[in-house]
T-cell receptor, first 109, second 117 residues
Framework: LAKTTQPISMDSYEGQEVNITCSHN???????ITWYQQFPSQGPRFIIQ???TKVTNEVASLFIPADRKSSTLSLPRVSLSDTAVYYC??????????FGPGTRLSVLP | NAGVTQTPKFQVLKTGQSMTLQCAQD?????MSWYRQDPGMGLRLIHY???????DQGEVPNGYNVSRSTTEDFPLRLLSAAPSQTSVYFC????????????????FGPGTRLTVL
C-alpha cells in the first residue's frame, strides 16, 4: 500500500480557504485517494475520494495532478467547526485501511 | 437506521482478563473492520471481513480474534488483555461490493475506550 506524507498540523482563520497536501510518491495504478475527517472522541467521517484531476462535493474539493504523486484537499471558507484531524488514504478501492497520523487543523476565530 | 453501533462505550480490564467488544451495523454492508487508535496516532487495522464467514488479519492482529457469523455483527475478542491494548477501538462498515459503481466509504461507530490495568 502506498505510503502517504501530510503536514502534522496547520492553523487557519475562519473564512479562509485551507489546502492540505498529501504526498504519495509510490501510488499504484489501481489506487484511489480518499480523505477522512475526525473530530475528538468520534470515529472518522468520509469527506471525498478521487482518482485523477478534480473532484468536488458539497464539503470539499480534491485536486490530483496528472502524475498522481500528490493530492490536495481544499476546504472553502473554514469555520471553527472544521477544527479536526484530516487523514489522507491511498489504496485500491475496498482496501483503504491505512490511516497515517493525519493533519491536525486548528481554525482560529 | 442506527448505522454502526458499538458496545460498551467504556471498559476497564485487569491484565489477563478476556472480553468481547461488540459491533453491529444495520445497513446490510458486506465489509466490516476493526481499528485501534492510540493517543495522538492514526488508526491501525486489526482485522477485517469482506462478508459473513470471511475474515482476514490487518496490521496489528496479535492478541485479538474475530468471527463473522452474520452480516450484521462483527465482534472483537481480546483473549488475554495486556496494558499495551489500552486504546480506543473503532468498528467500521462499508457497502463496497467490488464493482466499479459501488462505494467503499467506511462508516465508523462511536468507539469503545478500553483501559487495561
Amino acid at each position: 500500500l502506498a505510503k502517504t506524507t501530510q503536514p502534522i498540523s496547520m492553523d487557519s482563520y475562519e473564512g479562509q480557504e485551507v489546502n492540505i497536501t498529501c504526498s504519495h510518491n509510490n501510488i499504484a495504478t489501481n489506487d484511489y485517494i480518499t480523505w477522512y475527517q475526525q473530530f475528538p472522541s468520534q470515529g472518522p467521517r468520509f469527506i471525498i475520494q478521487g482518482y485523477k484531476t478534480k473532484v468536488t462535493n458539497e464539503v470539499a474539493s480534491l485536486f490530483i495532478p496528472a502524475d498522481r504523486k500528490s493530492s490536495t484537499l481544499s476546504l472553502p471558507r473554514v469555520s471553527l467547526s472544521d477544527t479536526a484531524v484530516y487523514y489522507c488514504l491511498v489504496g485500491p478501492r475496498g482496501q483503504n485501511f491505512v490511516f497515517g497520523p493525519g493533519t491536525r487543523l486548528s481554525v482560529l476565530p | 437506521n442506527a448505522g454502526v453501533t458499538q458496545t460498551p462505550k467504556f471498559q476497564v480490564l485487569k491484565t489477563g482478563q478476556s472480553m468481547t467488544l461488540q459491533c453491529a451495523q444495520d445497513m446490510n454492508h458486506e465489509y466490516m473492520s476493526w481499528y485501534r487508535q492510540d493517543p495522538g496516532m492514526g488508526l491501525r487495522l486489526i482485522h477485517y471481513s469482506v462478508g459473513a464467514g470471511i475474515t482476514d488479519q490487518g496490521e496489528v492482529p496479535n492478541g485479538y480474534n474475530v468471527s463473522r457469523s452474520t452480516t450484521e455483527d462483527f465482534p472483537l475478542r481480546l483473549l488475554s488483555a495486556a496494558p499495551s491494548q489500552t486504546s480506543v477501538y473503532f468498528c467500521a462498515s462499508s457497502n463496497f461490493r467490488g464493482s466499479l459503481g459501488s462505494t467503499d466509504t467506511q462508516y465508523f461507530g462511536p468507539g469503545t475506550r478500553l483501559t487495561v490495568l
